[in-house]
């Protein structure tokens, strides 16, 4: 069984930064993506970040080059890394595991963290 658990987060004034992680247990996932989603209040969930078992990533337009996301393959952990936040970055981020992505797409994978709260205020 699948088990994907996050730790980080936080809150964090505009301008600073935060870091996220999760790791997965229950099978490998060294040869496919993981990423990062959030949702804030009202709204859909989005994509944030991807990156693939080789290291090749995929980051939201909204990023802008803000966040960095990273894996340890030998542990089945991720890693996002953000700065320069901004009160529109407020959400709760998801790990994901097993997402694909294309031009134009991303479909999540079938596992996902319990999800963390970021808070940034003005």
């Known amino acids: 069984q699948v088990s994907v658990v996050q730790l980080g987060g936080g809150a964090a004034q505009a301008g600073g930064s935060v870091s996220l992680s999760c790791e997965v247990s229950?099978?490998?996932?060294?040869?496919?993506?993981m990423g990062w989603f959030r949702q804030a209040p009202g709204k859909d969930r989005e994509f944030v970040a991807g990156?693939?078992?080789?290291?090749?990533?995929k980051y939201a337009e909204f990023v802008e080059g803000r966040f960095s996301a990273s894996r340890d393959n030998a542990w089945n952990r991720l890693y996002l890394q953000m700065k320069s936040l901004k009160p529109e970055d407020t959400a709760v981020y998801y790990c994901?595991?097993?997402?694909?992505w294309g031009t134009g797409w991303v479909r999540p994978g079938d596992y996902w963290g319990q999800g963390t709260q970021v808070t940034v205020s003005s």
């Open positions: 994901n595991a097993g997402l694909t």
């Open positions: 229950g099978r490998t996932f060294s040869w496919e993506a």
């Open positions: 990156i693939s078992g080789d290291g090749a990533s």
